[in-house]
């Protein structure tokens, strides 16, 4: 773990392994983010509060397929959900799957459908009052709870919001989306299996052992030879944001310039237990949050992600070792070939810079 820059450039260029997914590794590199290029446009900001042409706004409700659910139940809707018209998973037809060779499928069942997390067209996530908010994280729970037990077929239920068209946004009104599928993504697989190998030789949660690093541990590095220090460790300095309930940490190892993670204090496994009364503070903190991220960048594209312990045979056995969490990824850059071909992420930003520059914003 770092702080401070090399004493004498001051740039920062090392390999960070994520401590979750060591396999997963990212490249720090300052320099390259002092190349020539043309920047990203930010996401355009489209902040009517109502569009007639908009199937997602208030009095459309003719132009979307019929609505799962919504909240409050009487009354005019504040938050509603449908199904997805252009799906990637659907309980819509059963095919078998079939081997031939080592090629082999799965019947691709499942569901796709679209949470329209507000009545306004263009409100931004930290715009939203904090009771609205936790109204959203209560659907994502509803939902995700009728998905589980409609169907034993259902291993995961992937809750995301894509933001901006380069982060996959093809309808500007705010919405999120939710995927429940058969198998376990490859990404929370791994994250999944390596935190049960850590849990079973160290008897403690990794994600809990790293909020705990952020909170108390510091430290400073020497070098050898002339006593200078090289790296300081400051108690706090990947906390972004912090409520009671919950903590808004910067990964050491980020993927994205502006990567940040929220994950509950105590230990918890599955988004699903989290109690009613915890939501407001879980609302709070994303609020707040978002809005940092968008004092320091702007109008930035991004995606979030939930990710909860699966719903598979091995759901309890890794309730001690799994820890949920909810992964904010703005996209300030594009992927760029090395990235692509070699799985390694390129970071252009220094993590503990980016902390400091986050949580300098001054919030009402």
């Known amino acids: ?28 590199a300052t320099a390259r983010s002092l190349r020539p290029k043309k920047a990203e446009a930010l996401a355009p900001r489209d902040t ?3 569009v007639e042409t908009c199937p997602f706004c208030r009095g459309n409700e003719d132009k979307t397929p019929p609505v799962i659910l919504s909240w409050p139940d009487a009354g005019d809707w504040q938050i509603r959900m449908v199904e997805n018209l252009y799906p990637v998973l659907g309980d819509d037809r059963e095919q078998a ?17 679209v949470i329209i997390d507000h009545h306004e067209h263009g409100i931004a996530v930290h715009d939203m009052d904090e009771r609205h908010l936790a109204a959203l994280f209560g659907v994502y729970q509803t939902r995700m709870r009728q998905l589980f037990e409609s169907d034993d077929r259902l291993k995961y239920v992937l809750v995301f919001k894509n933001f901006g068209p380069a982060a ?20 929370v697989d791994a994250e999944v299996k390596n935190s049960a190998a850590h849990y079973a030789k160290h008897h403690h949660c990794i994600f809990c052992a790293l909020i705990d690093e952020a909170l108390t541990f510091e430290a400073t590095i020497y070098d050898r030879n002339s006593g200078a220090v090289r790296r300081k460790i400051n108690v706090g300095q990947y906390v972004v944001e912090r409520g009671e309930k919950f903590i808004a940490i910067k990964p050491f190892a980020s993927r ?13 496994a599955d988004f699903l237990d ?10 709070r903190v994303m609020k707040r949050t978002m809005a940092r991220l968008d ?31 909810l992964e904010i990824c703005p996209r300030t850059s594009i992927p760029t070939g090395f990235e692509l071909g070699s799985g390694l992420f390129v970071n252009t930003i220094n993590p503990e810079q980016a902390a400091e520059r986050l949580r300098a914003v001054e919030l009402p």
């Open 48 to 50: 009517r509060k109502h």
């Open 97 to 113: 799957g079939f081997n031939f060779g080592l090629q082999q499928t799965i019947d691709g069942y499942g569901r796709h459908e």
């Open 295 to 325: 004092a320091v960048i702007g109008g930035a594209q991004y995606n979030f992600f939930l990710h909860s312990v699966p719903h598979d045979r091995q759901q309890q056995a890794h309730a001690p070792s799994y820890h949920w969490h």
């Open 168 to 187: 996959g946004a093809s309808i500007p009104h705010t919405h999120s989306q939710v995927i429940a599928m058969p198998v376990v993504p490859e990404n």
């Open 274 to 283: 989290v109690r009613d009364d915890d939501l407001a503070d879980l609302a």
């Open 1 to 28: 773990m770092s702080n401070s820059n090399p004493p004498d450039t001051g740039e920062v260029r090392e390999i960070r392994i994520n401590p979750i997914v060591p396999s997963e590794s990212v490249l720090v």
């Open 256 to 268: 994205y310039e502006w990567e940040v993670h929220i994950l509950p204090l105590a230990h918890q």
